[in-house]
């Protein structure tokens, strides 16, 4: 199989994300409960795993939270930061994991930047939009369908010099692209685990600078007696049993990717999603492709993209169709009806798997 | 004179990266569960030391802004009592 579909999740994984899920389900208890030697083994998994995020992500091992997923740290987050009412500047390209959970507290959100690629009005529009008031902002820092790259240092500076606290959905740039809590001053940074940063499905992390509102509410092995969640983190937010093998595989991850460095990672698959396009223009597709673009590229097959996919996964091709659970990004695109074809290199890519895809769609052309 | 020391933290995550810190500057000490009663608050782990590296342990971790609990001594009956350094 050509596996394109990185965005979605990492397929493929270092063999010691394995060895580590492997032992840690052999070997660990549960963490933080008992003072024997598998609990106290499995502890030292997860705080090892916390100490290597923090390394790489530049913050405190207490100020990684471990989270299902990157759509679950976002909850936490915004639910922290936004109240009923609240005024909210997001970009154009945010995922449903940003945008239903705003309307579901009932936020008053102002969308800004829709124009792809384009830094310069990204950043016009949102800081006007912050000029005229807001209680918070909410910002991709790469778009799941098109790989847009957004400004999210200048953005970050824009809310400081304002004082609205914002929050970083790290969705796509997570081991790709190196990121500072410190640095940015987010309140908040949220990612996967299984994506970019090649960890097992099911992890996820929240980096808290601010304090959070916990969303589950039960035991963590500490301050039993309190009726309220402890206030210190990560145990504030980590309620009941915590994905021991998966943080296991995670904490692997991070130090491969440590080792191999994230920006030759990074160098290797935007190289590959630029050839890739510039191969599917040649093709006579209509490419989404400009500056400040990731390892993601869409384009418009010119005909049905579900059916599109659909062709080349026959051919053993696995792409991603449809509007990605980003109609947003979609309507600023101005691909809300049609979708687009979504090829997302990850960790493993070469240009072998970019000959294998045009092979396939000549391939489907025939049909 | 006491041999065992332990000092509490509110959390496993506190109590491991003062463990680290400690570790940095060849201070051992050993991750545990808090004896019951000795925290007001249930449930909670601290580090065990030997006597020789109390005094040093507690400064270095009051230095780093890292000590949020408290210090006890185990008596010859086997009690903990709490120490103020």
Redesign the interface.
């Known amino acids: 199989m050509i596996y394109l579909d990185n965005g979605a999740t990492s397929l493929w994984k270092p063999a010691c994300v394995y060895r580590a899920v492997s032992k840690a389900m052999l070997t660990c208890a549960n963490?933080?409960r008992?003072?024997y030697d598998a609990a106290?083994r499995s502890?030292?998994v997860v705080?090892r795993c916390?100490?290597r995020v923090a390394t790489m992500f530049d913050c405190?091992?207490?100020q990684v939270v471990f989270t299902a997923n990157c759509t679950h740290g976002l909850n936490i987050a915004i639910r922290s930061m936004v109240k009923p009412g609240s005024r909210v500047v997001v970009s154009g390209f945010e995922h449903n994991a940003v945008m239903r959970p705003l309307y579901a507290l009932g936020a008053k959100v102002t969308v800004v930047g829709r124009k792809l690629f384009d830094w310069d009005a990204m950043l016009t529009e949102f800081t006007r939009a912050i000029k005229q008031g807001a209680d918070g902002a909410v910002f991709t820092h790469v778009s799941n369908v098109f790989g847009y790259i957004l400004p999210v240092e200048e953005m970050a500076a824009i809310c400081k010099e304002y004082g609205v606290p914002f929050i970083i959905d790290a969705a796509q740039s997570a081991g790709t692209i190196p990121l500072s809590l410190k640095k940015l001053g987010a309140g908040f940074i949220a990612m996967p685990g299984h994506k970019g940063l090649l960890g097992p499905q099911g992890t996820g992390i929240l980096l808290c600078a601010d304090t959070p509102q916990p969303l589950l509410y039960g035991g963590?092995?500490?301050?039993?007696?309190?009726r309220d969640m402890?206030l210190?983190?990560?145990?504030r937010l980590e309620a009941g049993t915590v994905n021991v093998p998966g943080i296991a595989g995670l904490g692997a991850a991070v130090a491969y990717l440590a080792k191999e460095s994230v920006d030759a990672v990074a160098r290797r698959e935007h190289a590959l999603a630029k050839v890739c396009g510039e191969m599917l223009e040649d093709m006579g597709f209509f490419v989404f492709r400009g500056a400040h673009q990731a390892s993601t590229v869409s384009f418009l097959p010119g005909e049905n993209c579900e059916e599109f996919a659909l062709g080349l996964a026959r051919q053993g091709i696995a792409v991603r169709a449809g509007l990605h659970c980003a109609p947003l990004a979609h309507e600023s695109a101005g691909t809300l009806e049609t979708g687009t074809v979504r090829l997302s290199f990850g960790a493993d890519g070469n240009f072998r798997q970019i000959e294998a895809l045009g092979r396939g769609i000549l391939g489907i052309k025939r049909e | 004179m006491n041999n065992l020391w332990i000092v509490t933290f509110q959390s496993v995550t506190y109590a491991q990266k003062a463990q680290r810190a400690l570790r940095e500057q060849y201070i051992d000490s050993g991750l545990r569960r808090t004896p019951m009663g000795l925290s007001s608050r249930g449930c909670s782990y601290c580090l065990q030391l030997r006597e020789k590296h109390i005094v040093d342990a507690v400064m270095l971790l009051q230095e780093k802004g890292m000590l949020s609990g408290k210090v006890f001594a185990q008596r010859k009956d086997g009690r903990w009592e709490e120490r103020t350094l």
């Open positions: 963490p933080g008992g003072g106290a502890a030292e705080y916390r100490e405190e091992p207490e963590t092995g500490t301050d039993s007696v309190s402890p210190a983190l990560p145990e």
